[in-house]
């Protein structure tokens, strides 16, 4: 938030997205109740907004549909480093005047970097919505990239780096995990970069990479609040309209994931760590790549799995057994390519690690060999509802929902049928889905272990 | 051989350079006895010749300084199917007019594709040498690349990776050990490419890649045998020269790999696999990367572990322990970029595959603690000099040692050099280079298992 070094900056790491933060999508009564509208500007910057009246407040965020999964050979960070750079002076705006005018107003702002998108928002009074656009325009074609700038914050992510990578075991061990689940695609690379590439990145791969992608007609606009569409459409055409189309980017298609025939593990033994844990992953297709109902009955696999103190996990590992401190399983949906599904334990007391690792396995065999009653994914349902129901009340949640499908692909219209869909998912979904995706011949499973004595 | 479909394709996979088959560089007392020269054709076209007079014949090979490694991202498999391109047709000569010429004259021909280099040779009687250089100076630049010739050509490697990759588990287990070994370097990629990748290559890549990267700039000519230095220099203006020279390439620069901080295993279970094998990697530098000493002393390392059967392995695990029915260890040095040392066994008889693996990494700790003796060395030493003196009495290694060590950065100097390199090893240097690359806690190692019963 500060405007140099310390900024906080949150870099979704895909994961986050699959934790029941964010559900993948957001409920359709949402739609009914708030006239959510989008149309696109005449160089095709797409607007979504969202009018919430219960408090004369707006967030206004802009979606770039560029993330590390999208960044040249070699050039792991720039995405991430160029969400930095997005801080520093324009030509009309001097470093760290947008932020000061964000907080003299009481508002919030920052960013986040991730595999397929870059976004920037700011929450603030409705009435500065206009200003907050003007600046977010300004810093979409204005922005000054010299050496200095450049080297300064090299440094500042390098550090980022450091500090949350390089000196937690449980960050190096995921990296490593995902250049392994991934054999092509290029969510294998951190989104934050390879620490070697990162340090050679500079000002012509910088200039490279914001004259190709942060144009209108790469980005979204989300504006939720206290707003009524009009009104927004006539701040962003005097703001964002008058910013030049860009050159038109050819279709996003990246390297795919190959077949995979094997089973994987991916060892940390480190002396910071005192409990030991494991998390197997799958790679298993997204909301864009999946078939109809298939992403669906994989949200829903997760949740009766292990989405909370109601899934099958946590009841029979730490309620029944009492063998886990620890357990869960997540999905991914809301990405532009095949993504993961994830299982993850950690033992308790006397109990092994390799007890908990078990009775997870066994927990997955038995959805794929028995499937789930009918009971059970009702209630799934229920509660992945109510989740999007809480979500939908956080503004900046209901944001993200729209901007991260919107630049996964995605449409309105998926958003608001996503509810339907989820409806219609069926016992025997959920039960093939596990048995096609969860197969333990071909995981890839992550272990970070207390340190072994005397050894490595 | 044959114009079209089953032609014997050499797809040189990096380890088979470093199994002994051909030393990593060649002897000196070559260059002393034969007079070898190089010298560089006016559009920039290196040119090594090798005399050998003992019989009429001569070798005739041109490297493209192109491989795997260097294929655009999703676009895997371009480097080898173009090799099996370089067939087809030309403007001057019909599809196996090439091939029928060689056959006709007794002589033979072939082509291979490794990461760093494809390459293409004929062995004919030495007065066929300007012929051989008209028809490869020919499909240097006048191949016809007819939507026809590619669908066709395409349905060849796809069959090719059908029989060789996919109905082999040990090459399906190779191929995702080096996806897993490599987190990001391109050597993760198979040579022959994904399946997925390979369907889709078409017209335009292949004319791409050919207007790219064949061009007298970016090949090396090797010629060994019954030939003398000028009249090969005449002959190579008369045909090489005539080709014009193609656009200036960027410097190699591939991504590097980061650190690796976890120990991975890679393992396939299947009903085909009788005796189950182990085969650790660990990344290592190459010729290219190493500091002054490290890679001869890598090269030591593995055929003092190792190299056959006066290895400490080999007589250790086969000869007094009676546990396994194959063990050794494998270096590939002559690599662009950084490369892999492997060790590897399976057992024989009762023992488990599990007391082969302790027993080999038994050995390599004790190196990596206790080093090697003086007398240890020295033999090892001879036996690579040895190993070097059988490559040289054959006119086709002699060309490979060249051709390999050219197209990946190294000079003629360097080949002269190495055996006074390798002469001044020290049994320090054998051992740190144990202790420093072949880590435990930082090894990938591939697993080749019988099937389970019942399992996946």
């Not at 003299?104 to 702002?109: A, D, F, Q, S």
């Amino acid at each position: 938030m500060t405007p140099t070094g310390n900024r906080l900056c949150a870099m979704f790491l895909g994961v986050w997205l699959g934790f029941g933060v964010l559900p993948a999508a957001a409920d359709t009564q949402v739609a009914g109740e708030t006239k959510i509208s989008s149309f696109t500007l005449g160089n095709g910057m797409e607007v979504v907004v969202i009018p919430d009246h219960r408090a004369p407040i707006a967030t206004h965020m802009v979606w770039y549909k560029v993330g590390s999964a999208d960044e040249p050979p070699g050039k792991s960070g720039i995405a991430h480093f160029f969400e930095h750079l997005m801080f520093k002076g324009t030509t009309n705006h001097a470093a760290g005047e947008f932020d000061r005018a964000v907080a003299e107003i009481g508002g919030n702002n920052n960013a986040f970097t991730s595999y397929d998108y870059t976004a920037y928002f700011e929450t603030v009074p409705a009435d500065a919505l206009e200003q907050m656009m003007a600046f977010e325009a300004d810093r979409m074609r204005n922005l000054v990239l010299s050496d200095e700038v450049i080297a300064t914050e090299r440094d500042v992510v390098l550090e980022e780096r450091r500090s949350r990578i390089d000196n937690d075991p449980s960050a190096l061990l995921d990296e490593e995990v995902s250049a392994t689940l991934w054999q092509n695609q290029p969510y294998r690379i951190p989104v934050i970069g390879w620490m070697q590439e990162m340090k050679q990145l500079n000002r012509a791969d910088a200039q490279a990479f914001y004259d190709r992608y942060y144009t209108p007609n790469n980005a979204v606009l989300v504006v939720a609040g206290d707003v009524e569409e009009e009104a927004v459409k006539a701040m962003a055409e005097r703001t964002y309209g008058k910013v030049a189309r860009g050159p038109d980017l050819p279709p996003r298609e990246r390297p795919v994931e190959p077949e995979q025939n094997t089973k994987r593990t991916v060892t940390l033994s480190d002396q910071r760590v005192s409990v030991p844990s494991f998390s197997a992953q799958w790679v298993v297709p997204s909301y864009s790549t999946a078939e109809p109902g298939e992403a669906e009955a994989l949200d829903l696999l997760a949740e009766i799995l292990g989405g909370g103190v109601r899934s099958r996990l946590y009841q029979e590992l730490v309620v029944k057994q009492r063998i886990a401190v620890s357990t869960g399983a997540s999905y991914s949906g809301t990405m532009l390519d095949d993504t993961s599904f994830a299982v993850y334990g950690a033992p308790v007391g006397q109990a092994a690690l390799e007890q908990v690792e078990t009775a997870v396995t066994r927990e997955i065999a038995r959805i794929a060999d028995e499937g789930v009653t009918a009971d059970e994914l009702e209630s799934a349902k229920k509660r992945f509802v109510r989740a999007t129901i809480f979500a939908r009340d956080r503004q900046t949640a209901m944001a993200n929902i729209f901007g991260s499908t919107l630049a996964t692909g995605g449409s309105v219209r998926d958003i608001e049928e996503w509810p339907g869909r989820i409806e219609k998912v069926t016992p025997e979904q959920i039960k093939t889905a596990a048995a096609r995706y969860l197969v333990p011949s071909r995981s890839t499973t992550g272990y970070l272990l207390p340190q072994a004595k005397g050894g490595n």
